[in-house]
């Protein structure tokens, strides 16, 4: 193995500023450091080398043959250490790399996947890995760099931008409605066969909550069919079941083209906030603060292509 004598990189720089301005006094006037440490760090350099790199009189300063061959080497070599830095800085602030972001199934297939094109677009550099779960993930231990959630925040170490209110629909198919009627209000779901949403036994049935102007109300529907997923909800009340409430994101369509039918409209029922969460105890690398600013860009037509099937 080659060895290499001891070797300090500011030794190494001041010897070249030493030479450039002609003087130990000079270049520590220009670096601000006493003429002293610059000579002794230079004699420092010469030690380590075993080579005189400068001829030394009271009036003048001159390099050896070596020294000028030294030199012109460690001029090229920071020079070559500058571009590296710079073209180092120049990457991190470029997005670049693998971003993770997962979201709910619903929210993915319907809102997400219709960012992610342009998105990579924009940021050539940057792949994505996508999880769609309904299940919470941790960002430290799964590696998330953004999650779409829902519902108010409790880890104080996370961040997190608002996206959107997210609209929950009533719904059901004419083929239904046709043969069981139009609830005209909330309480008219009571003779309705309804699908509800629950991970557990409710014996007394399990809430919808709507509002008109300043009232609220809460419904308890006995639901017939208990499901987890709006996927399987959504295919249900397509082939008639009967009546369910979805995320607007993911019935959308279905109302626009009379698959389904946007029921109780002069009761909405609550809304639902949807944050994108990222972890706050960090800077941001620039694919993470470049997805929070697209996304962010994409909120008002995200708000629109909701109302217009309201």
């Known amino acids: 193995m080659t060895r290499f004598p001891k070797f300090d990189f500011n030794e190494l720089y001041l010897f070249v500023q030493v030479v450039k301005a002609g003087s130990f006094s000079a270049a520590g006037r220009s670096l601000n450091i006493p003429k002293a440490t610059v000579s002794r760090k230079v004699a420092q350099l010469e030690a380590n080398l075993e080579t005189r790199l400068l001829y030394r009189t009271t009036r003048h300063l001159s390099l050896t043959e070596v020294g000028r061959l030294y030199y012109d080497r460690c001029t090229r070599i920071l020079a070559d250490l500058e571009e590296a830095n710079l073209m180092v800085t120049a990457h991190q602030d470029i997005p670049h790399g693998t971003l993770r972001l997962t979201a709910p199934f619903s929210f993915g297939n319907a809102i997400l996947n219709r960012w992610l094109a342009a998105f990579l677009d924009q940021y050539p550099q940057v792949t994505l890995d996508v999880i769609l779960t309904n299940q919470y993930l941790d960002l430290l231990t799964d590696r998330i760099d953004v999650a779409f959630s829902g519902g108010p925040l409790e880890e104080s170490s996370l961040s997190y931008r608002k996206v959107c209110d997210l609209p929950y629909w009533v719904c059901a198919s004419s083929t239904y409605l046709e043969t069981y009627g139009v609830p005209e209000t909330p309480f008219d779901l009571l003779d309705h066969r309804c699908l509800c949403f629950a991970t557990g036994s409710a014996p007394a049935g399990y809430p919808w909550r709507f509002k008109q102007d300043q009232e609220e109300i809460e419904i308890i529907i006995p639901g017939r069919v208990l499901v987890n997923d709006v996927t399987f909800a959504r295919r249900a009340v397509l082939s008639g079941f009967g009546i369910t409430y979805l995320p607007g994101t993911l019935v959308r369509d279905d109302i626009l083209q009379g698959r389904l039918v946007h029921l109780l ?46």
């Open 265 to 310: 409209t002069a009761w909405p029922m609550a809304e639902r906030e949807v944050f994108m969460v990222y972890r706050g105890d960090r800077l941001l690398a620039p694919k993470v603060q470049a997805f929070l600013e697209f996304v962010e860009e994409q909120i008002p037509s995200l708000r629109d292509w909701l109302t217009s099937a309201a």
